[in-house]
């Protein structure tokens, strides 16, 4: 029996000969001719599959005990690593080739494992994998990865980042530079061709152990995204007049794919069959992430490049390029949507700043998106803000009538006058037709289609009738304004506007225009009446006769003037009957212009002013010394207009207030002493009247036409006692539909209800609207 004991003990001395691992250890004396004594010995035992699997997990116990511990010791000397710092490059590099060495000294063993195994005829799998060089690899794998620490990637990535600064670098180095924009050292010690020499050596050998991609396939693709990131915002902040996307495409096909294919072929320029295919869904994926990125940053400028636009356009086409390729149309919304309420809708940007930005933004996103979705999301905000402001209808018609260049809307006037021959070509364009994408409303196509930048601006209020009206009321306000006025431009101004909004809306204009050009015939006419040229000898005047009915309402002011003005103009209406038979006339007399020239001591002016102003200082003619209650009972204004109508005199130095509303006209002398230069009067403090319009606002006009229902709604009341709102609304609709302004909505009717309650003329209780007791 123990004769047996040693001859196995003999026997188990010589399968650690040639299996040193089973002693902890790689290095053996043993050759090949005894090895396959060993072996014989083993497999007459029969104990082949129990020694391969004992060595297996010898095998595994040494990776996890010493190979993996010793490889990934390099990677914890973790410290804030410089760019140019080459020591963590070292580190990886020392670390894969330990490893390399370390594997290398298993080939002998593996080699005999693997004869070994062949006599073990099970078939049984070498860790998931059929051979023993294969199994012995993925345990490898595994046992690395099993001990990975969290700061791995440091390393890996500054190796990399060096290494792909340096090919970067390689074509476009600049000689005259004293540092080599590689490596970050000085010429003499440039160590760019060291870096790419061990670069590729390093792949090479993490290729053969197959680790580059389990050890370094997540980090190379963190960093390849990052190095976009960071190319992309170098080259396109702030920069929207150039198309940038075939620069990064080539940039990404040239310089990335090109260093990364050198990666994985061992520094070959073009990737072996084996890894080709893979290699190009990789740049399919890096060219996702290019888009994606450059769309997310262009969105966030978004804002800038539709304000900027058409200088911007180049931009707007690369983002239109990227949304093909991307699914951020719905994040582009959001944002510049948020963009526009933030840093356009709020009180401290002025309404044509934002008509301005509404109209470049219907270009930039028409251009980006001609079916219309996008506009049509991101705009309604801006919509629904310029439908509460109380100024835009007056600053979309000005800048449709305004002059010279810069006005986009009266471009866009005179550019649809220009295409409005060519309606009828592009309708049986038929062939242009694009399908909406599936998420459009299709109740809103036509709409968005057919609509141009002033429908669109229209559309905000939902009805033609308030520009037109509000078109009435400025141009009633510059010829009323104009001392000598061009009626041949404001004539094609209006054959514009009749082109957009038909002739029928525009009628009460012509009629207007008409009455300029009919008032300086009777003028005319009149001059040569012999009774009135006597009375023109003193001054002469000119009338602007204007056919009331046409005209938008005037403020209602009184004004009396003085008798000899009342004279003259009682004479110029006399004339004016005679020449016309059975018409006469409605003096206005505080519409127009006076000129009037001032002599007082030295002092000589010519003005300009208001029949207002002329009225208060030809009273001072007569009287020098004036009590602000006596100028009104004489001119009938009141007292609170006076004080602040007269600051006009006294600003010229003409006036001063002696004591507490106690005017005195200043004497030669004193007035000598005012210091204001005579060709500086006219640029002095204007007058209320040459910037306030003469004609009255549009909800005074609203409120004179809701008066009309007041009537009906006394009734009402009369009847029933008490109503609810919605019911005084329903029963208006049905009773005065035929009353002018019936359209009124539920909201105009609540504010106009809540006036008269105010005035105490109706009572509102527990939601019900009554007539007050008396």
Same mark, same amino acid.
């Given at each position: 029996?123990?004769?047996?004991?040693?001859?196995? $003990?003999?026997?188990?001395?010589?399968?650690?000969?040639? *299996?040193?691992?089973?002693?902890?250890?790689?290095?053996?004396?043993?050759?090949?001719?005894?090895?396959?004594?060993?072996?014989?010995?083993?497999?007459?035992?029969?104990?082949?599959?129990?020694?391969?699997?004992?060595? +297996?997990?010898?095998?595994?116990?040494?990776?996890?005990?010493?190979?993996?511990?010793?490889?990934?010791?390099?990677?914890?000397?973790?410290?804030?690593?410089?760019? #140019?710092?080459?020591?963590?490059?070292?580190?990886?590099?020392?670390?894969?080739?330990?490893?390399?060495?370390?594997?290398?000294? *298993?080939?002998?063993?593996?080699?005999?494992?693997?004869?070994?195994?062949?006599?073990? =005829?099970?078939?049984?799998?070498?860790?998931?994998?059929?051979?023993?060089?294969?199994?012995?690899?993925?345990?490898?794998?595994?046992? +690395?990865?099993?001990?990975?620490?969290?700061?791995?990637?440091?390393?890996?990535?500054?190796?990399? #980042? +060096?290494?792909?600064?340096?090919?970067?670098?390689?074509?476009?180095?600049?000689?005259?530079?004293?540092? =080599?924009?590689?490596?970050?050292?000085?010429?003499?010690?440039?160590?760019?061709?060291?870096?790419?020499?061990? *670069?590729?050596?390093?792949?090479?050998?993490?290729?053969?152990?197959?680790?580059?991609?389990?050890?370094?396939?997540?980090?190379?693709?963190?960093?390849?995204?990052?190095?976009?990131?960071?190319?992309?915002?170098?080259?396109?902040?702030?920069?929207?007049?150039?198309?940038?996307?075939?620069?990064?495409?080539?940039?990404?096909?040239?310089?990335?794919?090109?260093?990364?294919?050198?990666?994985?072929?061992?520094?070959?320029?073009?990737?072996?069959?084996?890894?080709?295919?893979?290699?190009?869904?990789?740049?399919?994926?890096?060219?996702?992430?290019?888009?994606?990125?450059?769309? $997310?940053?262009?969105?966030?400028?978004?804002?800038?490049?539709?304000?900027?636009?058409?200088?911007?356009?180049?931009?707007?086409?690369?983002?239109?390029?990227?949304?093909?390729?991307?699914?951020?149309?719905?994040?582009? =919304?959001?944002?510049?949507?948020?963009?526009?309420?933030?840093?356009?809708?709020?009180?401290?940007?002025?309404?044509?700043?934002?008509?301005?930005?509404?109209?470049?933004?219907?270009?930039?996103?028409?251009? +980006?998106?001609?079916?219309?979705?996008?506009?049509?999301?991101?705009?309604?905000?801006?919509?629904?803000?310029?439908?509460?402001?109380?100024?835009?209808?007056?600053?979309?018609?000005?800048?449709?009538?305004?002059?010279?260049?810069?006005?986009?809307?009266?471009?866009?006037?005179?550019?649809?006058?220009?295409?409005?021959?060519?309606?009828?070509?592009?309708?049986?364009?038929?062939?242009?037709?694009?399908?909406?994408?599936?998420?459009?409303?299709?109740?809103?196509?036509?709409?968005?289609?057919?609509?141009?930048?002033?429908?669109?601006?229209?559309?905000?209020?939902?009805?033609?009738?308030?520009?037109?009206?509000?078109?009435?009321?400025?141009?009633?306000?510059?010829?009323?304004?104009?001392?000598?006025?061009?009626?041949?431009?404001?004539?094609?101004?209006?054959?514009?506007?009749?082109?957009?909004?038909?002739?029928?809306?525009?009628?009460? =204009?012509?009629?207007?225009?008409?009455?300029?050009?009919?008032?300086?015939?009777?003028?005319?006419?009149?001059?040569?009446?012999?009774?009135?040229?006597?009375?023109?000898?003193?001054?002469?005047?000119?009338?602007?006769?204007?056919?009331?009915?046409?005209?938008?309402?005037?403020?209602?002011?009184?004004? #009396?003037?003085?008798?000899?003005?009342?004279?003259?103009?009682?004479?110029?209406?006399?004339?004016?009957?005679?020449?016309?038979?059975?018409?006469?006339?409605?003096?206005?007399?505080?519409?127009?212009?006076?000129?009037?020239?001032?002599?007082?001591?030295?002092?000589?002016?010519?003005?300009?002013?208001?029949?207002?102003?002329?009225?208060?200082?030809?009273?001072?003619?007569?009287?020098?010394?004036?009590?602000? #209650?006596?100028?009104?009972?004489?001119?009938?204004?009141?007292?609170?207009?006076?004080?602040?109508?007269?600051?006009?005199?006294?600003?010229?130095?003409?006036?001063?207030?002696?004591?507490?509303?106690?005017?005195?006209?200043?004497?030669?002398?004193?007035?000598?002493?005012?210091?204001?230069?005579?060709?500086?009067?006219?640029?002095?403090?204007?007058?209320?009247?040459?910037?306030?319009?003469?004609?009255?606002?549009?909800?005074?006009?609203?409120?004179?036409?809701?008066?009309?229902?007041?009537?009906?709604?006394?009734?009402?009341?009369?009847?029933?006692?008490?109503?609810?709102?919605?019911?005084?609304?329903?029963?208006?609709?049905?009773?005065?539909?035929?009353?002018?302004?019936?359209?009124?909505?539920?909201?105009?009717?609540?504010?106009?209800?809540?006036?008269?309650?105010?005035?105490?003329?109706?009572?509102?209780?527990?939601?019900?609207?009554?007539?007050?007791?008396?």
């Amino acid at each position: 029996m123990s004769q047996k004991s040693d001859e196995l $003990k003999i026997y188990w001395k010589k399968i650690k000969y040639a *299996f040193p691992i089973l002693n902890n250890t790689l290095s053996t004396e043993c050759t090949d001719q005894e090895y396959e004594e060993i072996t014989q010995i083993i497999v007459g035992l029969g104990i082949q599959v129990k020694i391969r699997d004992l060595v +297996l997990v010898h095998v595994e116990k040494y990776l996890r005990v010493y190979v993996a511990p010793s490889f990934w010791s390099k990677f914890t000397k973790v410290y804030q690593i410089k760019p #140019e710092d080459i020591k963590a490059f070292q580190l990886f590099k020392s670390a894969v080739n330990d490893l390399y060495d370390s594997v290398n000294q *298993f080939s002998d063993m593996l080699r005999r494992l693997k004869h070994l195994n062949n006599e073990c =005829c099970d078939n049984r799998p070498i860790f998931g994998e059929k051979d023993v060089i294969l199994g012995f690899k993925q345990l490898l794998r595994a046992t +690395l990865l099993s001990q990975l620490p969290t700061t791995y990637h440091i390393i890996i990535n500054h190796f990399y #980042e +060096l290494s792909f600064n340096v090919f970067d670098n390689m074509k476009s180095s600049d000689m005259d530079e004293d540092i =080599c924009l590689g490596c970050w050292n000085d010429y003499s010690d440039c160590n760019c061709a060291y870096i790419v020499k061990v *670069f590729y050596d390093t792949n090479m050998k993490l290729m053969e152990l197959q680790l580059l991609e389990r050890l370094a396939g997540q980090v190379l693709t963190n960093f390849i995204q990052k190095k976009i990131e960071v190319h992309i915002r170098k080259i396109c902040t702030g920069a929207f007049d150039v198309s940038h996307m075939s620069h990064l495409e080539d940039w990404l096909d040239t310089t990335v794919m090109t260093w990364l294919t050198r990666i994985y072929s061992a520094g070959s320029s073009k990737a072996p069959p084996s890894i080709k295919y893979a290699i190009t869904k990789f740049k399919q994926k890096l060219s996702f992430f290019l888009y994606q990125t450059y769309t $997310k940053l262009r969105i966030d400028q978004l804002f800038n490049i539709i304000i900027e636009y058409p200088d911007s356009q180049p931009a707007i086409d690369d983002i239109k390029t990227c949304l093909e390729s991307t699914n951020l149309c719905p994040l582009l =919304c959001k944002k510049l949507q948020t963009a526009l309420e933030t840093r356009l809708l709020h009180p401290g940007v002025n309404t044509p700043d934002i008509l301005t930005a509404y109209i470049s933004t219907i270009r930039a996103l028409r251009h +980006l998106d001609p079916s219309g979705i996008i506009l049509e999301t991101v705009t309604k905000p801006v919509r629904s803000y310029l439908r509460n402001r109380e100024d835009t209808v007056r600053s979309v018609v000005s800048s449709l009538t305004e002059e010279g260049t810069g006005s986009e809307l009266a471009e866009e006037l005179a550019k649809f006058a220009a295409e409005n021959d060519e309606d009828n070509e592009k309708e049986e364009a038929w062939d242009d037709w694009y399908p909406d994408p599936v998420d459009a409303d299709p109740r809103r196509t036509q709409g968005r289609k057919g609509s141009d930048i002033i429908s669109m601006l229209v559309n905000v209020y939902g009805s033609k009738e308030l520009f037109v009206n509000e078109y009435r009321t400025l141009l009633a306000d510059r010829l009323l304004a104009q001392g000598d006025i061009n009626t041949e431009k404001e004539i094609r101004y209006l054959e514009l506007l009749k082109l957009r909004f038909g002739e029928s809306q525009l009628h009460f =204009c012509e009629v207007m225009l008409k009455d300029i050009s009919d008032s300086k015939r009777i003028n005319a006419l009149i001059s040569q009446d012999k009774n009135f040229a006597e009375m023109n000898a003193k001054f002469s005047s000119n009338a602007m006769i204007l056919s009331a009915q046409f005209w938008p309402p005037f403020k209602d002011e009184s004004l #009396e003037l003085p008798e000899e003005i009342k004279q003259h103009l009682a004479e110029y209406t006399k004339a004016y009957e005679a020449l016309k038979g059975n018409r006469t006339l409605s003096w206005k007399p505080h519409l127009g212009n006076v000129n009037i020239e001032i002599e007082i001591g030295e002092k000589k002016l010519d003005l300009t002013v208001s029949p207002f102003n002329a009225t208060l200082i030809m009273h001072f003619q007569n009287k020098p010394e004036w009590l602000l #209650e006596e100028l009104h009972d004489v001119m009938k204004v009141p007292m609170t207009v006076l004080r602040r109508k007269i600051t006009y005199w006294q600003s010229l130095g003409l006036i001063t207030e002696k004591s507490a509303d106690y005017y005195v006209l200043v004497d030669g002398s004193e007035a000598n002493k005012a210091n204001v230069p005579s060709n500086q009067v006219q640029e002095m403090i204007c007058e209320d009247e040459e910037t306030e319009s003469v004609m009255a606002s549009a909800h005074d006009q609203r409120e004179g036409e809701l008066q009309v229902f007041w009537s009906y709604i006394v009734g009402m009341l009369t009847n029933l006692d008490s109503l609810p709102l919605e019911r005084i609304h329903q029963m208006l609709k049905m009773f005065a539909s035929q009353a002018p302004g019936t359209e009124c909505s539920l909201n105009e009717l609540r504010q106009f209800l809540d006036t008269k309650v105010r005035t105490h003329q109706l009572v509102l209780q527990g939601g019900m609207y009554k007539l007050p007791k008396l």
